[in-house]
């Protein structure tokens, strides 16, 4: 988790570590970079449940990825905040779940 990066990068702030600016400075940066790479992760699993809305067997697999994929948006924004990229992919989500419930209510005609 963040939390358990954060932790250890602060683990290694400590004497004679710390007359490093470099190491100071990239530890201090830990964080940002693992919730950047966090919101990556997320918003890549959002883009394939929304560019495979049509392929699932129905409504109901494709429902369980969407809501797979707002829970974790929800868990992110939860702990850290809103985050512009992970706002994207909901709003891109929830469009998708709109189009996909039209389609496969249309299947079943």
């Known amino acids: ?9 602060n683990g290694y702030n400590i004497d004679p570590l710390t007359n490093n600016s470099s190491l100071e400075s990239a530890l201090q940066s830990v964080e940002d ?6 919101v990556s992760y997320i918003a890549e699993k959002c ?11 129905n409504y109901i697999t494709f429902y369980r990825a969407y809501e797979n994929a707002c829970n ?13 990229v992970l706002n994207d992919a909901k709003d891109r989500l929830d469009k998708a779940e709109t189009e996909a419930s039209a389609y496969y209510l249309n299947l079943k005609k």
């Open 72 to 84: 974790r948006i929800s868990e992110y924004t939860d702990t850290y905040g809103k985050n512009n």
């Open 47 to 57: 883009n394939f449940v929304i560019s495979s809305k049509y392929d699932y067997n």
């Open 33 to 38: 970079e693992a919730k950047r790479s966090v």
């Open 1 to 9: 988790s963040i939390a358990e990066i954060k932790a250890d990068a």
